[in-house]
């Protein structure tokens, strides 16, 4: 076995050696100090070995890349063995080949004058220059290494495209507040508004009410992610796919954030706005909507839920529908009387190039998180969305098995803790159902 073959061999038995220096690392000193002086030299060999298998590597590499360009000199003399003697010049010579192959190469030039130079050098050598086309013959191409992709410049590389990333645009809305401790924290309510007092006559008794409390808890929940990257691409992309990495963390966590805020379940899961507010019930308004009617129009609905949260005594500071249907809605409008909302000189600050239009002075927002025909309208301050120690990411290039795989892991986590239960049971917020045609 030579000492190249006894690489995967070492391997295997530092590898081996790293799990008794894990084993022992607790309890025992001497065997954990010992597997590491002998992981030390295993090491130091395969860095040896290695070393000598990238040299006899690049050996033959380089002897296998000389053996192709002289076979192309070759067959680039012996295609024309003759044009020598024809010429008169006897036989050829290494600057004869040379100024051959140097007209041959100039004969397809862009430059005009260059190639026409080209093909009269090769006329009074009796040849001629044929393109792969007109020759119909066996051509240098580019598209091997021995046919000229040793000498093709690497492509470029453009900056990485991906898709678009929603933003969490309830994060903007709600009350948020960091740095909560624990495993969640509890949020006590009343659910009934205050009723006006009554009059008492003199002497009468007055009116004894109770006071009711209720008490919802919002939990603590850890959303995480992690990728594993190679150390090589890590190294040889320059900062891009560690870059790209924390991109893709940061996008993760905001579309986590996004989708339990609306669509929490409650189960092991923060309790979402969508699952307190539900299909039917008090807070759920529902709307004919048409788009050539002035009644089935947007506004019409949103007019609808802000008057059910006026009935409440809650002032509505944004309302939020699926980005799809957005557009939909915005085109509502007749013949006669044209678009509803206009989209040239409507209400002040239409934007909708910014997903967002004032309707009755009440933002509105798209979002894909939303489902199709829905729309909620809230007192969305009134809502609290807790945070932990913040969304944070940690590395580590040696947990798990990631040292023996030369990889390096991404972390990206982030406690969160929602319960809409709340807001909603006390009046803040309204469903809209069937908000486009």
Do not use: C
């Not at 002998?38 to 990238?54: F, P, V």
């Not at 002897?63 to 024309?80: I, P």
């Amino acid at each position: 076995m030579s000492d190249i073959e006894k690489i995967p061999e070492l391997l295997t038995k530092l590898s081996e050696v790293v799990n008794v220096m894990d084993e022992s690392k607790a309890e025992d000193a001497a065997r954990w100090e010992a597997a590491q002086t002998e992981a030390k030299a295993m090491a130091a060999e395969l860095q040896t070995l290695s070393e000598e298998k990238a040299k006899r590597d690049r050996e033959e590499e380089t002897a296998k890349a000389q053996a192709e360009l002289k076979e192309l000199l070759t067959g680039a003399r012996s295609s024309k063995a003759g044009f020598l003697g024809q010429s008169g010049r006897g036989q050829s010579t290494e600057s004869e080949s040379v100024h051959f192959l140097r007209a041959v190469w100039l004969a397809g030039s862009r430059d005009a004058s260059q190639q026409a130079a080209a093909k009269a050098t090769l006329a009074s050598l009796g040849s001629y220059y044929e393109t792969p086309e007109e020759a119909g013959s066996k051509a240098t191409l580019g598209s091997t290494d021995a046919t000229g992709g040793y000498i093709i410049p690497n492509n470029l590389v453009e900056t990485l495209m991906k898709p678009r990333v929603a933003s969490n645009v309830y994060r903007s809305l709600l009350t948020v507040i960091d740095g909560v401790r624990g495993s969640g924290v509890d949020q006590p309510m009343r659910g009934s508004a205050p009723s006006r007092m009554v009059i008492a006559a003199w002497g009468a008794l007055k009116e004894n009410v109770d006071l009711t409390y209720d008490s919802y808890t919002a939990t603590l929940y850890t959303i995480a992610r992690i990728y594993d990257v190679g150390n090589q691409f890590l190294r040889q992309s320059e900062g891009a796919a560690q870059t790209d990495v924390l991109q893709e963390l940061g996008n993760a966590a905001a579309l986590g954030e996004a989708y339990y805020i609306l669509n929490g379940t409650g189960s092991a899961q923060p309790y979402g706005l969508l699952t307190a507010l539900g299909t039917t019930g008090t807070y759920v308004t529902t709307h004919t909507a048409a788009q050539t009617t002035v009644a089935g129009n947007i506004a019409s609905g949103v007019a609808k839920a802000a008057g059910d949260l006026a009935g409440r005594s809650r002032t509505p500071t944004a309302a939020v529908m699926n980005a799809a249907d957005f557009w939909i809605t915005m085109a509502s409008g007749a013949d006669a009387a044209g678009f509803y909302i206009s989209p040239s000189a409507g209400a002040p600050g239409i934007d909708l190039t910014r997903g967002s239009v004032s309707v009755w002075g009440i933002p509105l927002f798209g979002d894909v998180n939303m489902p199709a025909d829905s729309l909620v309208v809230g007192e969305w301050g009134a809502a609290k969305f807790y945070t932990g120690q913040g969304f944070r990411i940690d590395s580590s290039s040696e947990a798990g098995t990631r040292w023996d795989y030369n990889l390096t892991g991404f972390r990206g986590e982030e406690e969160i803790a929602f319960n809409a239960q709340p807001p909603v049971y006390t009046g803040a917020f309204q469903r809209l159902i069937d908000t486009k045609a």
